[in-house]
């Protein structure tokens, strides 16, 4: 790339390579914003085959698989180079027309790509088999040395997991559980989610830690607040039962002062003892009593 970047001029090659390192910064993180910066490249230096490049990978990040697939064949014609035919099927893919893909599968060019490139294409030829619903001639179309190989190759992992992902939808899941295994073994920068797939399969259901622990504080407030709540209506429950011994207390007292009234006005035994002015209360006392 930075060999073509020298044929602009020399303010020019500067201006598109920063566009394009920060499409290559961005793809991954922010697909659209990655686009404006390679269409931004794309008006500056549309003859340069890099940027005709970048500006196909960025379209196709963001599924605009009409374009992308339109300057993928703008850069291979500049370039001559067949690297990119596997991506370019793959467009064919996303536009619906697998078919094309297949037939793309068993054109030439596949055999002038690297390892890496026929490994790719087998990929995409499986998809395409998958897209028209033949899920057993998607499998054997993924059969091959590279996934029988005990090497850990660059697209092991993702080889070992399109191959495990076919046999689940084919209904395998005892073998689709073991080559998920095999796809994590092999899948050391987390290309895939072959972890939670295995989990899917064994039933394990992951929970947020943060949502565990607001639901945990939530369960020890409640407890508290129980906790509390019982110790006040324990403390009510004896108040008022002290209210109670109090009111039995203050009758017991009145009704012991009416007994000692009642008994002066009988001391017969006194002779010095005069008989107090009975109240109407007392009277009433002692009616009852009688």
Do not use: H
Not at 40 to 54: F, M, N, Q, T, Y
Not at 90 to 102: F, I, N, S, T, W
Not at 193 to 205: I, K, Q
Not at 256 to 263: G, I, Q, S, Y
């Amino acid at each position: 790339m930075r060999q073509e970047l020298l044929s602009l001029p020399k303010g020019l090659a500067e201006e598109v390579s920063k566009n394009l390192v920060m499409v290559a910064r961005l793809i991954d993180e922010d697909p659209e914003q990655a686009y404006a910066y390679s269409r931004i490249a794309l008006r500056l230096a549309s003859r340069v085959a890099a940027v005709r490049e970048a500006a196909g990978f960025a379209a196709y990040a963001t599924q605009k698989y009409s374009e992308a697939l339109a300057e993928f064949r703008a850069a291979k014609r500049m370039t001559g180079s067949v690297e990119l035919w596997p991506v370019m099927a793959d467009c064919e893919r996303g536009l619906g027309r697998p078919e094309r893909a297949l037939a793309m599968a068993g054109e030439p060019e596949v055999q002038k790509l690297d390892k890496a490139g026929q490994v790719e294409m087998r990929l995409v030829a499986a998809g395409a088999r998958r897209d028209q619903g033949q899920l057993e001639a998607a499998i054997v179309t993924l059969q091959s040395p590279e996934l029988a190989s005990n090497a850990v190759q660059p697209w092991t992992a993702r080889l070992r997991y399109a191959y495990a992902d076919a046999l689940l939808a084919a209904g395998r899941e005892d073998e689709a559980r073991e080559w998920f295994g095999k796809a994590l073994e092999a899948d050391k920068d987390g290309a895939t989610d072959a972890s939670d797939r295995l989990a899917e399969l064994d039933g394990v259901e992951f929970v947020d830690a943060a949502i565990d622990a607001d639901d945990d504080e939530d369960q020890d407030g409640i407890e508290n607040l129980v906790d509390d709540q019982g110790v006040q209506d324990d403390q009510d429950e004896r108040e008022d039962d002290e209210d109670d011994d109090e009111d039995v207390d203050a009758a017991e007292i009145a009704a012991a002062e009416r007994a000692t009234d009642v008994t002066e006005y009988y001391d017969e035994d006194d002779e010095e003892y005069e008989p107090l002015e009975e109240s109407a209360a007392d009277a009433e006392v002692r009616g009852d009593k009688a």
